[in-house]
Structure formats: structure tokens, C-alpha cells
């Protein structure tokens, strides 16, 4: 299976501050997500990108699938932006027209926003 | 809230025992998946169910198994379970849209916090 690397494993900001999450993949992957888990424990979407960049307020995700990287960023950082963030992704294989993908995840940065 | 249900939120219990997590995936998704969060394999896939069918395995154990309904909703049974069974059991569901290629965006449930004592 694909082996997912994310980095920095830890990230301590300042509220106000921009930061930069990396992940790298092993392999090819047809699908990529972001997510943030907070403190509560709750996995919440941010991105689902495959390729190309997009935005969602103050943050921004970009995935160049041809070198097998995904970046997010993380402007004007809050304290609720605090929290382990992941990045997943998926190999499909596909029978029947059905896919069924399992999305592998990195370990995580874990992010602490100092207010 | 990402339309995802899973109950119990919070489970407690004692070793050689069987627990049953139930989730209930977004309107129209006909996948579901289990995966498992714990402090030393970090998030790892389980099951993946389609339409009441299993598609795949991941790293689950014998003890574990799966299964989905008619309506949808599905159970992870977890039996004669260890102290290293606590963790944080997550169910996601999708719809696959078939585009240029397959897209799928996996919706995460609150979790089941399953401690084993």
C-alpha cells in the first residue's frame, strides 16, 4: 500500500501566524483529503483535492499529483486552528463501477496555536 | 456536522467482552467504512461496505467483524476484546461520482471512544 509522510510532526504558532503542512506520498493516489481533528476528537473535512489548489477562508490547500505532494496553509492562524491535521489518501480499484478506496492517512502535524 | 451518525459516543468496558458500534451514513451514500484511531497504529482502516457488500479489508482483526443492512446503517461487532482494542472507532461513508475518474470524498462520524478496562 502507499505510505503517506507528513511534515512538520509538531508546529507551535502564534495567533496571527501563517504556517505551511506538508504531505508526501508514496505512489500515485486518485483521491487526497485534509483533515483537522480537534481537541474533541471529531475528523472534519477541509479538502478534498486531488489536484490544483484550492481555498476555504484563511485556509488553502494545493496538491501537484505528478510529484506526489500536497501542501496546506494556514493563514492569520487562530487558537481554534489548534489540533492534529492529517492527510489521506486513496488507491482506487474499481469492479463493477463501484470504488472502493481506503484512505490511508500520515501521521499527522500536530498544531498549537499560542494565543 | 458532516451528516454522519455513530453511536455510543463513549463506550466502557472490561476485557473478554462484546461490543456493538452502529453508524448511519449520510443520506444517499451507499459506502461505509470503519476505521480505528489508536495512540500507536494512528488511524487505520478497517471495512468498507458497499450496498450491504464487502468490498475490502484492511488491517481488522478476527475477532472484529462487520456487517451493513437493507437501510444502510451498519454494526461493527467487537468480541472477546483486550485492553489494546481501546481507541477511538470511526465510521465514514461516500458516494462515489464518476467523473474523469473516480471521486470520492469520505465523510468522518464523531466516533466511538471504546475503553476496555
Known amino acids: 500500500g502507499i505510505q503517506v509522510e507528513q511534515s512538520p510532526p509538531d508546529l507551535i504558532l502564534q495567533e496571527g501566524a501563517n504556517s505551511t503542512l506538508r504531505c508526501n506520498f508514496s505512489d500515485s493516489v486518485n483521491n487526497l483529503q485534509w483533515f483537522h481533528q480537534n481537541p474533541w476528537g471529531q475528523l472534519i473535512n477541509l479538502f478534498y483535492i486531488p489536484s490544483g489548489t484550492k481555498q476555504n477562508g484563511r485556509l488553502s490547500a494545493t496538491t501537484v499529483a505528478t510529484e506526489r505532494y500536497s501542501l496546506l496553509y494556514i493563514s492569520s492562524s487562530q487558537t481554534t486552528d489548534s489540533g492534529v491535521y492529517f492527510c489521506a489518501g486513496i488507491l482506487f480499484a474499481n469492479a463493477g463501477g463501484t470504488s472502493y478506496g481506503k484512505l490511508t492517512f500520515g501521521q499527522g502535524t500536530i498544531l498549537t496555536v499560542h494565543p | 456536522d458532516s451528516g454522519v451518525t455513530q453511536t455510543p459516543k463513549h463506550l466502557i468496558t472490561a476485557t473478554g467482552q462484546r461490543v456493538t458500534l452502529r453508524c448511519s451514513p449520510r443520506?444517499?451514500?451507499?459506502?461505509v467504512y470503519w476505521y480505528q484511531q489508536s495512540l500507536d497504529q494512528g488511524l487505520q482502516f478497517l471495512i468498507h461496505?458497499?450496498?450491504?457488500?464487502?468490498?475490502a479489508k484492511g488491517n481488522i482483526l478476527e475477532r472484529f467483524s462487520a456487517q451493513q443492512f437493507p437501510d444502510l446503517h451498519s454494526e461493527l461487532n467487537l468480541s472477546s476484546l483486550e485492553l489494546g482494542d481501546s481507541a477511538l472507532y470511526f465510521c465514514a461513508s461516500s458516494v462515489a461520482t464518476v467523473g474523469t475518474g473516480y471521486q470520492e470524498t469520505q465523510y468522518f462520524g464523531p466516533g466511538t471512544r471504546l475503553l476496555v478496562l
Open positions: 443520506s444517499g451514500d451507499l459506502s
Open positions: 461496505y458497499y450496498n450491504g457488500e464487502e468490498r
